[in-house]
């Protein structure tokens, strides 16, 4: 992704773990991490997102019905994949 005057954006470097079973009561666990250091996490269950960021011992969870009103309202709109 390219910046306005032709400087590259930063990168984030996400990985994940994925429970070896069905999605149940584990969450799905993402790591982001920026400039190689860690920056947050995000947590997805079968009832809603938690965006975890590093250091903080509470996150900001999203219901799922309330994740496409976010998504549409803030989210910039592109091509699917």
């Known amino acids: 992704m ?4 032709g ?3 930063p990168g984030h470097d996400v990985s994940f773990s994925v429970p070896p079973r ?3 009561r584990v969450d799905i ?3 982001v991490r920026r400039r190689g250091r860690l ?5 997805i269950s ?11 011992q509470y996150g900001y969870k999203l219901w799922w019905t309330q994740f496409p009103d ?12």
């Open 2 to 5: 390219k910046r306005k005057g």
């Open 46 to 56: 079968k009832g809603a997102l938690v965006w975890l960021p590093y250091q903080k």
């Open 29 to 31: 666990s993402f790591v």
């Open 22 to 24: 069905p999605l149940g």
């Open 39 to 43: 920056f947050a996490e995000l947590l």
């Open 7 to 9: 400087t590259k954006a």
């Open 70 to 81: 976010v998504a549409v309202n803030r989210g910039r709109r592109g091509p699917g994949k």
